[in-house]
């Protein structure tokens, strides 16, 4: 489980499409509020601030073997958080 502290305000969490495991249910939290999520599966999961995501405001988490590296990967990104994802695949694929 991790979870996501809302430290400053103006934030939130919330899965990427098409960057979390086949078979696992995308997560989203609300503004201003923290989040616990259990990765119970194998993958990568893809998550971003939705109103900083532009700005590299993005992150990965790795559980187990990355099954779904390559169709992560693939998931079109904007702004730095392309710059920011591209560097995270990396390290996962190591």
Do not use: R
């Amino acid at each position: 489980t991790v979870h996501f502290v809302s430290t400053d305000k103006g934030h939130d969490v919330l899965s990427i499409d098409g960057m979390i495991p086949a078979g696992t249910a995308p997560f989203a939290g609300k503004m201003n509020e923290d989040l616990a999520v259990a990765f119970d599966a194998p993958g990568v999961y893809g998550y971003k601030c939705k109103p900083h995501y532009g700005m590299g405001m993005a992150g990965l988490v790795v559980v187990g073997d990355p099954v779904n590296l390559a169709e992560a990967s693939a998931v079109p990104q904007k702004g730095k958080a392309k710059q920011q994802f591209e560097a995270l695949f990396q390290a996962a694929a190591q």
